[in-house]
């Protein structure tokens, strides 16, 4: 695996903006940030334990052989999986949330975001775990705030991503 795009650090200070083709599972209390197009973040969070993780992910499935990154979705939500159940938890407490997958015609004649989307649901309905909230599809862009420790998760929605989107909120 290219382990340029795996991220688990748990001395971060409170605030951590979430790049695409990167995983976060924190041990601490963190707020993650993020924006989304047509990519896509599953937030999985243990209720039981209150922790949780978020990827950010572009592509559905890992187009060459040999070439595994979060940057697919495929990858990055059975590695997020994995990170949150390396603590030994039971998957029985995991809820999940996915955000993102906007597709503009205008942009782009595929709508790789609608797969990116399916990708997500797939594996973790196939990992047993519960899909309790999507904002995902539409037109608009998104900024994804999410707080580890209260479980609490904003979502702006934005016409056009500027620049300065793609930085950690001041």
């Given amino acids: 695996m290219n382990k340029g795009h795996y991220f688990f650090d748990t001395s971060l200070s409170d605030n951590y903006f979430l790049q695409p083709g990167y995983i976060f599972g924190p041990d601490n ?4 940030s993020t924006v989304l197009g047509s990519s896509v973040s599953v937030y999985i969070y243990d ?4 922790i949780g993780g978020m990827n950010h992910f572009q592509l559905p499935y890992m187009a060459t052989k040999g070439k595994t990154t979060a940057l697919y979705g495929n990858v990055a939500t059975i590695t997020l999986i994995k990170i949150m159940g390396a603590r030994e938890f039971p998957k029985k407490f995991f809820e999940a949330q996915i955000f993102g997958g906007a597709y503009n015609s205008k942009k782009s004649n595929k709508n790789i975001g609608r797969e990116n989307i399916d990708i997500a649901r797939q594996i973790l ?3 047993k775990i519960s899909i309790i909230s999507e904002d995902v599809g539409g037109e608009k862009g998104r900024k994804v705030v999410s707080n580890i420790s209260t479980n ?5 929605k934005v016409d056009t991503l ?6 950690p909120y001041q």
């Fill in 47 to 50: 209720r039981k334990n209150r």
């Fill in 29 to 32: 209390s963190v707020t993650i």
């Fill in 125 to 127: 309905l196939q990992n």
């Fill in 152 to 156: 609490e998760v904003a979502v702006l």
């Fill in 162 to 167: 500027r620049e300065k989107d793609w930085y």
